[in-house]
């Protein structure tokens, strides 16, 4: 069995052994690879950017001035599957400082080499040349050995001979006098330039002033006619623009005249739109309410009427009918108590003074009441004149009632009750 390997686009796998032979291999990057147990080996390679910072002390250029040159390298192996498996072969297994001192060392030679054919000059001044010529000339050895410079710079140049100061200070002192010199000329010829063009410039103020003044004369005559014909033109345009602004007020008096009566017309109709609908309006919420009212109470009033008129002639048949009732009751009343006088007539003439005193014998307590009646009112009766007349007073009260029966029911109550047996009749003194 085995193991399934995988790598990413910055690595690759080398594989070997197993299937592959002794002298076999199968490099893979960024993808996977099948790998048998015990019998194969896998091993990786980083494919990454290695910088490297070559550094070069005091060697002797062309003229034997010891210079110290120091540079900054990119470097990477090369995905070229040839290349790729020749930098295999020179440096599976490394560490990367291992393959980068190998490197290194490669890159210092080369830039020792080159700078023992060049003058100080040429590495100061023109460094990108130097850079340009050291990744030329160490391409094809790295190149040999699956490396790929990528880029190559010169990062510093210095000496401790003070020979560039030295350079510098000649070249700077050859500068400053270069200046002052051409300071000098400058202002020599700055005096000379400027004098030039001062008389120049006087010679054409003076022939630019004379043209000035001609031209201002000219200016000044011809704008002279041009205000004339512009006021002429300006008051005719005047009177022009009054004529035509009374002409257009005109018409704008007319138009607005005219809208007027239009809108005198409009608002006549208007107008009488308003009175029709008005009428309509009063038609329909006066008139025609009013005239249902009217139908309204005429008919209530008829129905009225009519009901009226039967519960009178109703009321009249009631009436009439009770009247004829009443009248039948009176009659039937009369004729039993005519026939109960009758009878009593009768009897009374039978029976003669006992009839009669057995009807006052009735009548007495009902009218012992009506004259007791007052007396009920009164809270206490006086006698004036003594006790031993209270008995007079009193029989001469119970003497006076026989005239006032026979007064009220012409019955002698003294002669009927004279005429009952056994009674005997007491003459009363007064």
């Known amino acids: 069995m085995g193991n ?20 076999g291999k199968n490099m893979v990057t960024g993808s996977w690879a099948w790998a048998w147990w015990l019998v194969t080996d896998v091993q990786r390679m980083s494919l990454e950017v290695m910088t490297l910072n070559p550094v070069c002390d005091n060697v002797e250029t062309k003229q034997g001035v010891p210079l110290t040159v120091t540079g900054v390298a990119q470097v990477k192996i090369m995905k070229n599957p040839e290349l790729l498996g020749i930098a295999a072969e020179q440096f599976l297994g490394k560490k990367e400082d291992e393959i980068t001192d190998t490197i290194l060392q490669t890159l210092e030679g080369h830039l020792r080499a080159i700078l023992g054919t060049l003058t100080v000059e040429e590495v100061y001044k023109d460094r990108d040349q130097f850079a340009n010529l050291v990744r030329e000339i160490a391409a094809p050895d790295v190149g040999r050995m699956g490396i790929e410079i990528l880029s190559f710079t010169i990062k510093d140049v210095y ?15 050859v500068v400053k006098r270069d200046a002052e010199i051409g300071v000098a000329q400058a202002n020599r010829d700055a005096g000379i330039r400027e004098a030039e063009c001062e008389k120049s410039a006087m010679d054409i103020k003076y022939s630019t002033d004379t043209k000035i003044e001609d031209n201002s004369r000219g200016f000044k005559l011809q704008k002279a006619n041009f205000d004339s014909e512009v006021n002429t033109a300006k008051a005719e345009a005047q009177l022009a623009y009054e004529l035509q602004a ?4 005109q018409r704008i008096r007319n ?4 809208i007027q009566v239009v809108e005198r017309r409009k608002q006549i109709e208007i107008e009488e739109q308003e009175i029709t609908r008005k009428e309509k309006e009063l038609i329909s919420t006066v008139r025609l309410p009013a005239e249902a009212e009217a139908y309204k109470v005429q008919t209530v009033a008829e129905g009225m009427r009519t009901k009226t008129v039967e519960a009178a002639r109703a009321d009249g048949e009631r009436i009439r009918l009770i009247g004829a009732a009443e009248a039948k009751a009176v009659e039937a009343v009369g004729r039993a108590e005519a026939e109960s006088m009758r009878m009593k007539a009768s009897a009374y003439k039978q029976y003669g003074d006992a009839a009669i005193m057995s009807l006052v014998l009735e009548a007495l307590p009902q009218i012992a009441a009506e004259v007791a009646a007052p007396l009920a009112k009164t809270d206490e009766i006086v006698l004036i004149g003594g006790s031993d007349r209270t008995t007079d007073e009193i029989n001469k009260l119970v003497g006076s009632l026989p005239p006032a029966i026979q007064a009220l029911t012409g019955v002698d ?11 005997t009749m007491v003459s009363s003194r007064v």
């Open 159 to 173: 000496d401790n001979v003070e020979y560039l100061a030295s350079l510098g200070k000649t070249q700077t002192a």
């Open 4 to 23: 399934i390997h995988t790598c990413g686009p910055n690595e690759t796998l080398v594989i070997s052994g197993g299937c592959f032979g002794s002298t």
């Open 246 to 249: 009374a002409k257009i007020q």
């Open 255 to 258: 138009e607005e005249i005219q």
């Open 413 to 423: 109550l003294t002669g009927a009750l004279g005429k009952i047996p056994g009674a």
